[in-house]
């Protein structure tokens, strides 16, 4: 399809280990963007990228979450020894370039568990 | 820093009754103002969008007036359908930061019944 493709779509895991989310743009789109929607705290802002590289990381909540991109193109999310807290669905958007008259499009999100 | 804020509480209301969700926002520069909708099982889709003072976004019968006075973007819509049904989200990005990168009110539930 022609839209924002994330994967997996659920992932359940054990407390402590790691998890990989992945993202997959719209074809063309330059930036990229990371949320995560969580019951207490609503839509969180994590991460932007522009071409490969990330210049905000400042959503990040904690050192345990990375994220890259390659070719322009696939982000990978990444939480390390994940909590419980971690549990929520972690949302890709991308845009053609990253200015207010270019809208963000949405994927369908990964829902994370954390048991 | 930035923030929206609408609202507490899903919206209950009958087919072809009159909504409105309300949303007011701080904003350190000039924001663009967005309203999102999620409808169930679905993706966060853009229902419309407005970029400057008094611009009127409008779309699917839905509209919303950038009103810089009283810092707000409220979500209209003369008469709803049962497929209206959904999280509508309003939104802003500070052209300021140079990323666009979203701030979201924390969603308003809408259930409409037949």
């Known amino acids: 399809g022609a839209g924002v493709s994330q994967s997996p779509s659920n992932k359940v895991t054990e407390k402590g280990k790691d998890v990989e989310l992945r993202c997959d743009p719209i074809s063309g789109h330059t930036a990229l963007y990371w949320y995560r929607q969580s019951l207490g705290q609503g839509l969180e802002f994590l991460i932007y990228?522009?071409?490969?590289?990330?210049?905000?990381k400042s959503g990040l909540p904690s050192d345990r979450f990375s994220a890259e991109r390659t070719g322009g193109s696939v982000s990978t999310l990444t939480i390390q020894r994940t909590q419980q807290e971690d549990s929520a669905v972690y949302l890709c958007?991308?845009?053609f370039g990253a200015g207010p008259n270019q809208p963000q499009h949405f994927g369908d999100g990964t829902r994370l568990s954390i048991l | 820093g930035n923030s929206v804020t609408q609202m507490e509480g899903p919206v209950t209301l009958s087919e072809e009754a009159f909504l409105t969700i309300n949303c007011t926002y701080t904003?350190?520069?000039?924001?663009?103002l967005f309203w999102y909708v999620q409808y169930p099982g679905e993706g966060l889709q853009l229902l419309l969008k407005?970029?400057?003072?008094?611009d009127k976004g409008s779309n699917k019968g839905f509209e919303a007036t950038y009103r810089k006075e009283t810092t707000s973007f409220h979500l209209e819509k003369g008469s709803v359908q049962v497929s209206d049904s959904a999280v509508y989200f309003c939104?802003?990005?500070?052209?300021?930061?140079?990323?666009?990168?979203?701030?979201f009110g924390k969603g308003n539930q809408v259930v409409v019944i037949p």
């Open positions: 958007a991308s845009s």
């Open positions: 904003a350190t520069g000039y924001p663009s």
């Open positions: 990228f522009q071409g490969n590289s990330a210049p905000d």
């Open positions: 939104a802003l990005s500070d052209p300021t930061e140079g990323n666009n990168r979203l701030a």
């Open positions: 407005a970029t400057k003072a008094d």
